[in-house]
Nanobody
């Protein structure tokens, strides 16, 4: 049993910054790739950023140069630093991770989401 819990969302003016956190807990042996997705009302869920177990990163074109994904493996936590926020960044942000337990059962997990609202 693994849980992912996001935090750090909120309301911010355009041009502002937020840092999202997602902490994994439970029966965790290893976490490989971790990701941030977002979904706005009436829109498809969008992959925002990925960080691999080897710390390679990838970003959606819409956030390149503004967002930074990072992780602290000792804390089983992934972060998303969001700078120069735009109204179109408004969405519920979800973390996602590939996790193995002590039983070596690899599964994909989702957090509950955290709301980010950017106003102009």
């Amino acid at each position: 049993q693994v849980q992912l819990v996001e935090s750090g969302g909120g309301l911010v003016l355009a041009g502002g910054s937020l840092r999202l956190s997602c902490a994994a807990s439970g029966r965790i042996f290893r976490i490989n790739d971790m990701r941030w997705y977002r979904q706005a009302p009436g829109k498809q869920r969008e992959l925002v950023a990925t960080i691999t177990g080897g710390d390679s990163t990838n970003y959606a074109d819409s956030v390149k140069g503004r967002f930074t994904i990072s992780r602290v493996n000792a804390k089983n936590t992934v972060y998303l630093q969001m700078n120069s926020l735009k109204p179109e960044d408004t969405a519920v942000y979800y973390c996602n991770a590939d996790v193995s337990t002590l039983d070596w059962e690899w599964k994909n997990y989702w957090g509950q989401g955290t709301q980010v609202t950017v106003s102009s």
